[in-house]
């Protein structure tokens, strides 16, 4: 591996840009991949060229290039060229290299796309060489992602001149699961990434890096969990959870009795439990961790349950609290600003604990369980796979119950856990009433107030959402502190409250408690209350700047009302007119069904922040999409499988390459770390 100043036209101040992009060495150089291609293999005429497309074309530099100032900072360069079949203008936007680069009458070769102007069809910003000194004439060309100072040609002739030696790098995927999988050979994807002979050799190679990737990935994962072996552990002599069932105050839907069963089953056998419950909001995941709980307790094993934020594990405490009582089942409480934490620690040491809610705050190392057999994380996307990790470390071999109301990928869900057990809760306990959801604009203030008025006064409560906590200066988002005051004025008979995620534990929990005892009837509140927040007497919801959440986001904080018998109602307000905006409205308008809102969401945003690798604590993938891979995946996860079968700690010579990059992944990640 040589450093970059090693390369011929390379100096001290490119390879600080090149720094930049994280690109310090040839090999990390070689793993550069390029964002995009530019096909410059075919040279249309100018008759046949099409609008729009970025083309080839070959043509004689007719005029001399002309400057035209028209205005400060805007000066255009323009030239006609001619073929046998026509005649283009080409124009440059301040672009002064241009003027002094094209001899008349020579040939030369542009790439770029023609627009029309005016009904005149103009080539603008082409990329040229001159005939008989192309570069790139005829090939498909990389684009790669730049910094400022650093231009696609260095970028290029930095990577031609590694990738022309010979024998760059040595191959690490083992040659057997390459001829299984007909992965070609390293060396070959590296040149064909970068600057492939045809298409279907960049096909080739790109099928290389994609599996490669998740193949390390996976393996990283897997060696990082111990997933590999077996998790043995004495069965549960008793999964009778029949009494437990008969004291909740309501009966079970169909899915909750059959995801319980099916947890009943997973805790008889002499394998740990590995299950991840998808189910939309509303549909009754805590009665399942409940029951859960209750069997290994009855068992007479400790339970963990790790929630979120302060607020969910103030509420899930209290109403577990009530319903583990009756059983003689000790249930405690531990955040960072929960009261006793001294007290809490050694009951959950001695073993006096049974029950244990709390939030991160569980997976401090002062925390030590005398017998611990479950650990349940609820709204697991919201933390990352090494908190996941520590809170399973926190026993032997435990039985682990992963809640989740965003539908994850099934690839997605494949890489993270890969054999983990999925069970959906997809029926919501009857009589619930879909949430009436509108999508206005601010012309429609006056009206929603007047709305909200009637509600509360008929004994109801609302919140009202905003994307900021205060003002800040860079922006005009509808901020909570501002709002709650605005709304004390306009309600003065009303009692407004506040919570954002900047207040102390010991302050939000009063708010919110206050509003669950009804004393407050307007919580003006940040996305803080986005997950698993109970108050079934708040039958309407206000949320500001609603152009600004994600769907699945939306969908969630909706999810806070409509909890009671009540009709309840969402109002978004968006603001802006784009086109997009209205379709994401729309598509809150018209579903309550957080699967199909969650595909709309990716549609309509793209992947990047929505299904993003970085929200589930993984590292970026560079060249995989979890979408349109997703057959290279299933197959990149049984590779890897395979392979931690026959070599369990790949501690054999085959697999010390692939060994190596997959603990670069894990050492590079503070997440997986
Ligand atoms: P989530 O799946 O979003 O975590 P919760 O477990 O908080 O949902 O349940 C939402 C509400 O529905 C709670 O008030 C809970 O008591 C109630 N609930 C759960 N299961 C049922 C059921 N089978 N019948 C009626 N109400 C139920
Ligand atoms: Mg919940």
């Known amino acids: 591996m040589a450093r970059l100043t090693d390369i011929k036209g390379i100096g001290e101040k490119r390879a600080e840009l090149f720094a930049k992009l994280g690109v310090t060495n040839t090999e990390e150089l070689l793993r550069y991949f390029p964002r995009g291609y530019e096909d410059r293999t075919k040279i249309i005429s100018l008759a046949d060229a099409p609008i729009g497309e970025n083309i080839c074309i070959r043509a004689r530099a007719f005029s001399a290039v002309k400057e035209t100032r028209i205005r400060r900072n805007m000066t255009i360069y323009s030239m006609i060229v001619t073929d046998d079949a026509g005649a283009l203008n080409i124009i440059w936007y301040n672009n002064r290299f241009v003027k002094g680069a094209f001899r008349g009458g020579e040939e030369y070769i542009f790439y770029g796309a023609i627009h029309l102007n005016r009904g005149k069809r103009e080539l603008v910003n082409p990329i040229y060489e001159a005939v008989g000194k192309e570069k790139f004439t005829g090939r498909i060309v990389p684009v790669y992602p730049l910094c400022e100072g650093l231009t696609q040609a260095a970028v290029r002739s930095a990577v031609e001149a590694v990738i022309s030696e010979s024998d760059r790098l040595r191959e690490y995927i083992p040659s057997e699961i390459r001829a299984r999988y007909g992965l070609c050979e390293l060396n070959f994807a590296l040149k064909n990434i970068h600057f492939p002979e045809n298409s279907n050799n960049y096909e080739i190679a790109r099928r290389r890096f994609v599996f490669e990737e998740l193949f390390t990935l996976r393996l990283a994962l897997m060696l990082k969990k111990g997933t590999n072996n077996v998790r043995e552990r004495t069965p549960y002599k008793d999964t009778d959870y029949g009494e437990f069932i008969k004291s909740l105050p309501f009966k079970l839907t169909g899915s909750q009795e059959r995801v319980i069963e099916e947890i009943a089953g997973d805790m008889s056998t002499a394998c740990a439990m590995s299950r991840l419950v998808q189910g939309d909001v509303g549909s009754g995941k805590t009665a399942v961790a409940a029951a859960a709980i209750y069997m290994t307790v009855k068992n007479g094993y400790q339970a963990v349950m790790m929630a979120p934020t302060e607020i969910l594990a103030n509420q899930h405490f209290e109403s577990f609290t009530k319903m583990f009582t009756p059983f003689g089942m000790r249930v405690v409480l531990l955040t960072s600003s929960a009261k006793g934490k001294k007290a809490v620690l050694s009951a959950i040491e001695s073993g006096e604990a049974d029950i244990i809610i709390g939030t991160h705050a569980v997976l401090q190392k002062n925390v030590n369980f005398a017998r611990l057999a479950l650990a349940v994380t609820d709204e697991q996307h919201r933390f990352g796979v090494a908190q996941r990790g520590m809170l399973i470390d926190k026993g032997e071999n435990v039985n682990v119950l992963v809640m989740t109301a965003t539908p994850i990928p099934r690839t997605l869900a494949l890489i993270l856990y890969g054999d983990l057990n999925v069970s959906a809760l997809n029926e919501l306990p009857p009589g619930r009433k879909t949430v009436k959801t509108y999508s206005v604009g601010e012309d429609m203030r006056k009206r929603i107030y007047a709305f909200l008025e009637k509600n509360i006064r008929s004994g109801m409560q609302g919140y009202v959402v905003c994307p900021l906590v205060s003002e800040t200066e860079k922006s005009d988002l509808e901020n909570a502190v501002n709002l709650s005051e605005k709304l004390k004025k306009i309600f003065p008979d009303f009692t407004v409250g506040l919570v954002h995620g900047k207040m102390k534990a010991a302050d939000k929990n009063e708010v919110m408690s206050d509003f669950v005892s009804g004393k407050t009837d307007i919580l003006v509140s940040t996305t803080v209350i986005e997950v698993g927040v109970n108050v079934p007497n708040s039958n309407i919801m206000i949320i500001e700047n609603a152009e600004r959440f994600g769907l699945s986001q939306l969908h969630q904080l909706r999810g806070r009302v409509g909890r009671g018998a009540e009709q309840a109602y969402c109002i978004l307000l968006a603001h802006g007119n784009n086109e997009i905006t209205k379709m994401r409205m729309q598509t809150m308008c018209a579903s309550?069904?957080?699967?199909?809102?969650?595909?709309?969401?990716?549609?309509?945003?793209?992947?990047?922040?929505?299904?993003?690798?970085?929200?589930?604590?993984?590292?970026?993938?560079?060249?995989?999409?979890?979408?349109?891979?997703?057959?290279?995946?299933?197959?990149?996860?049984?590779?890897?499988?395979?392979?931690?079968?026959?070599?369990?700690?790949?501690e054999r010579a085959e697999n010390a390459a692939i060994k190596e990059r997959a603990l670069g992944i894990i050492s590079q990640n503070t997440v997986m770390n």
């Open 592 to 650: 309550n069904d957080g699967f199909y809102i969650a595909e709309q969401d990716l549609k309509l945003r793209g992947p990047g922040d929505f299904f993003g690798t970085r929200q589930h604590g993984l590292p970026e993938l560079k060249i995989a999409n979890l979408f349109e891979d997703s057959d290279l995946l299933i197959m990149a996860q049984n590779a890897a499988e395979e392979l931690i079968k026959s070599d369990s700690l790949l």
